[in-house]
């Protein structure tokens, strides 16, 4: 999905000690604040260990279920066929407080295997996530809702996809409505074109239902001075217009 700052997807990771959970939100606090290279060094130490002592219980759980993995990463750096590890994930997810391994455990569940049952926890943990510009861990939630997220969970969607408390986050949540088979999907992305910081992304979801009734609304992106939503909405169109030829 385009975005001036767009984070990477889930396993685009790599995988060195200090990174094998992600950054998290209490490292990126860490390291905003100044400190000498020897505090700096021995704060990395303590934050592996407590990534470590953290995730010690989930990879015994799934070691005892036949996933005899080191670290939660390697679910989205290895090709490797975790359908039977899903439930052990989901029910880890609400329990951990580590904010690493969450996003870790978040990670590993951006997968179809995870349809539609972690949709639900999903939003909860979303709710639940401290991070007010939607750029941490909603983010890497919503990105997986993306992914997981059905029409079972769509009235919470539409919720979370106006209220502006959830920043960038929003952007992916939108996109997770573009999966959506509900009749009144149209008509909500149709009435976010009109707020600006998730517009374009409701341009690429009404580009996904192909939905006729959206084609004068997204015309009118056709000339927005950002170029990516230009290139999105004339893509969405062609979409529509080739959908509506093949009837």
């Known amino acids: 999905m385009p975005r001036d700052d767009q984070p990477q997807q889930a396993g685009a990771e790599p995988t060195r000690p ?13 390291s905003a604040a100044k400190r000498s290279p020897r505090h700096e060094k021995k704060a990395g130490r303590i934050s592996i260990k407590e990534n470590e002592k953290a995730v010690a219980p989930i990879l ?3 070691r005892r279920v036949g996933f005899e993995v080191k670290h939660l990463s ?30 870790a455990l978040v990670r590993a569940l951006t997968v179809k295997a ?15 996530a401290t991070d007010p510009t939607g750029t941490g861990l909603k983010w890497i939630i919503a990105n997986a809702l993306e992914t997981v997220a059905d029409d ?9 996809a106006h209220d502006k408390k959830h920043g960038k986050a929003r952007e992916m949540v939108v996109m997770a409505l573009g999966n959506m ?38 015309e009118r992106f056709l000339d927005h001075p950002r170029a990516w939503i230009r290139k999105e909405a004339k893509r969405a169109v062609t979409k529509i217009e080739k959908a509506k030829q093949a009837k």
């Open 74 to 103: 390697d679910f989205v750096n290895y090709n490797i066929d975790y359908r039977g590890a899903i439930p052990i994930l989901l029910d880890w997810l609400p329990r951990t407080e580590n904010a690493d391994i969450k996003s």
């Open 152 to 160: 079972s969970v769509f009235d919470e969607l539409v919720d979370l």
């Open 18 to 30: 200090s990174q094998r959970y992600g950054t998290g939100e209490e490292a990126q606090h860490r």
């Open 181 to 218: 088979r509900n009749p009144r999907v149209a008509d909500v992305l149709i009435d976010l074109l009109d707020d600006e910081d998730v517009a374009g992304h409701a341009v690429v979801a009404l580009g996904r239902l192909k939905s006729e009734k959206a084609t004068p609304y997204l």
């Open 114 to 128: 995870a349809k539609p049952m972690a949709g639900e926890i999903l939003i909860d943990e979303f709710l639940r």
């Open 60 to 62: 015994a759980d799934l």
